[in-house]
């Protein structure tokens, strides 16, 4: 059975150090609030799209080994077009963005690269050739 | 006089305990409070200044990489040669509120123009093809379809048909570029897409002789350009 005096000593100590230890964490998360959340508001998404958009303008520069058009173009043109330069798209994109950089490169006929993940930044670019659209999407590995 | 009785109780013992834990939370969040009001203070300032930081290195590499930027040939293509003669001068001109600013501009690691040392500057990374240009001659007979070289983006033809033949037509890729039925004499320069495979076709009257094919070619390789700016 508790003594009446060891109960009424540990209340008088735990409780003002409860109040102190709360207060304590209230001002750290106000504070974390200001110090981690100000600066960087989507720097990353930022560069993201800015990377995008550079594969997919160079992409739309880049020759064809057999000299039809651009590497977009020939991408776009057809199902069989897409299927041959197939290869060489994922090549030129991986060597075009920084080994950090993951990406996905949609076409009318398919898409190449590594699967979309969800819950990370992604940058986004659209590239538009006579035969359609080519999506771009960038994100960090 | 219930204050009293109050207050003679505290005195025994309580009242103590809870003044001393008081005064220590008062002094513990007092200090804390001057913290956290100091970083934030020190948050908000940087948030402010970031993204105008941020706002210079993007708009510094969209004008080096645009289209008229002042070393590019077309939109992320990059003159090499005209890379060399970049100056910190043609970077204020380029983004005026970066004058005096630590600037830093790499292309693949080597520096391309540099003022001041960004360090913990905001860092922008562009990719972009490099472009080196160069000319290939060739002579060809005149009866002879030429292919041209891969990449190149104009061509300078130049006749030397034997005496008494006439140069009347050229084509490229069955399209007429060039047409005097008269005789094309003297050197003729012919634009032709980068992108594709082009065959030349000399059409003449019968007679032989050749053709000096001087091709300006082009050819890219692909670099990240990273602009670093600390303002």
């Known amino acids: 059975m508790r003594e009446p005096a060891s109960l009424s000593t540990r209340a008088q100590l735990s409780l003002p150090a409860l109040e102190a230890a709360l207060a304590v964490v209230l001002v750290v998360a106000v504070l974390g609030a200001f110090a981690f959340d100000v600066t960087e508001p989507g720097t990353t998404r930022i560069q993201l799209d800015v990377l995008a958009d550079d594969a997919a303008t160079l992409l739309a520069d880049e020759p064809t080994p057999d000299g039809g058009g651009s590497l977009l173009e020939v991408a776009t043109r057809s199902p069989e077009s897409f299927e041959r330069h197939r290869g060489t798209l994922v090549n030129r994109t991986r060597d075009l963005l920084p080994g950090t950089v993951a990406f996905r490169v949609e076409t009318p006929h398919g898409a190449v690269g590594y699967g979309l993940p969800s819950g990370v930044p992604l940058g986004r670019a659209v590239g538009t050739t006579r035969w359609g659209r080519v999506v771009v999407w960038t994100w960090y590995a | 006089m219930s204050w009293r009785s109050r207050t003679a109780e505290g005195l025994t013992g309580r009242g103590q305990a809870n003044l001393i834990a008081l005064g220590a939370a008062l002094v513990v969040l007092t200090g804390l409070s001057l913290l956290a009001v100091g970083l934030a203070g020190d948050a908000v300032t940087e948030g402010d200044r970031k993204p105008l930081e941020r706002h210079a290195a993007v708009a510094l590499a969209d004008r080096l990489?645009?289209?008229?930027?002042?070393?590019?040939?077309?939109?992320?293509?990059?003159?090499?040669?005209?890379?060399?003669?970049?100056?910190?001068?043609?970077?204020?001109?380029?983004?005026?509120?970066?004058?005096?600013?630590?600037?830093?501009?790499?292309?693949?690691?080597?520096?391309?123009?540099?003022?001041?040392?960004?360090?913990?500057?905001?860092?922008?990374?562009?990719?972009?093809?490099?472009?080196?240009?160069?000319?290939?001659?060739?002579?060809?007979?005149?009866?002879?379809?030429?292919?041209?070289?891969?990449?190149?983006?104009?061509?300078?033809?130049?006749?030397?048909?034997?005496?008494?033949?006439?140069?009347?037509?050229?084509?490229?890729?069955?399209?007429?570029?060039?047409?005097?039925?008269?005789?094309?004499?003297?050197?003729?320069?012919?634009?032709?897409?980068?992108?594709?495979?082009?065959?030349?076709?000399?059409?003449?009257?019968?007679?032989?002789?050749?053709?000096?094919?001087?091709?300006?070619?082009?050819?890219?390789?692909?670099?990240?350009?990273?602009?670093?700016?600390?303002?």
Not at chain 2, 200 to 207: A, S
């Open chain 2, 65 to 231: 990489t645009d289209a008229d930027g002042p070393v590019s040939r077309r939109p992320n293509v990059l003159d090499r040669d005209a890379l060399a003669t970049l100056t910190p001068g043609d970077i204020d001109r380029l983004v005026p509120s970066l004058a005096g600013a630590a600037v830093d501009v790499r292309l693949d690691g080597r520096p391309v123009v540099s003022r001041g040392d960004p360090v913990g500057g905001t860092t922008v990374v562009r990719v972009v093809h490099v472009a080196v240009s160069a000319t290939n001659t060739s002579t060809a007979p005149l009866d002879t379809p030429v292919a041209l070289p891969r990449g190149a983006v104009a061509v300078r033809l130049s006749f030397a048909p034997t005496p008494g033949t006439v140069v009347h037509t050229v084509r490229m890729d069955g399209r007429v570029a060039l047409h005097d039925p008269s005789g094309l004499a003297g050197e003729w320069r012919v634009p032709v897409s980068r992108l594709d495979a082009v065959t030349l076709v000399v059409e003449t009257d019968g007679g032989g002789g050749t053709v000096t094919v001087r091709a300006e070619t082009e050819s890219t390789t692909a670099a990240r350009l990273v602009v670093t700016v600390d303002a």
